[in-house]
Nanobody
Framework: QEQLVESGGGLVQAGGSLRLSCVVS????????MGWFRQAPGKEREFVAS????????DYLDSVRGRFVISRDNAKNTLYLQMNSLKPEDTAVYSC????????????WGQGTQVTVSS
């Protein structure tokens, strides 16, 4: 059973930056797609970014493309999300996710870390 633990959230002013991390334990981290999702109060969870197992392919929510960068270190079983030029509308709980083994479907999520951007 995979365990995903996020860190790096906090309170930041608009225009600032934060770097989120997600450490994965359990079964093999490599060769599995990983991603970040977020959920703001009263809203549905939405996809933010994803990265292929070899980091060769990334995908982003349109509103964060050019501001956020997803990366991974397979040797450290760690996923990152560098968030720059943060806006108040980026305020949400950010969770990392990993695909099911041998599948492109998302299988497991972490508990999340709160990101609050003040105006």
């Amino acid at each position: 059973q995979e365990q995903l633990v996020e860190s790096g959230g906090g309170l930041v002013q608009a225009g600032g930056s934060l770097r989120l991390s997600c450490v994965v334990s359990g079964r093999t981290f490599s060769r599995r797609r990983m991603g970040w999702f977020r959920q703001a109060p009263g809203k549905e969870r939405e996809f933010v970014a994803s990265i292929s197992w070899d980091a060769g392919t990334t995908d982003y929510l349109d509103s964060v493309r050019g501001r956020f960068v997803i990366s991974r270190d397979n040797a450290k079983n760690t996923l990152y999300l560098q968030m720059n030029s943060l806006k108040p509308e980026d305020t949400a709980v950010y969770s990392c996710a990993i695909s099911k083994p041998f599948s492109a479907n998302w299988g497991y999520w972490g508990q999340g870390t709160q990101v609050t951007v003040s105006s």
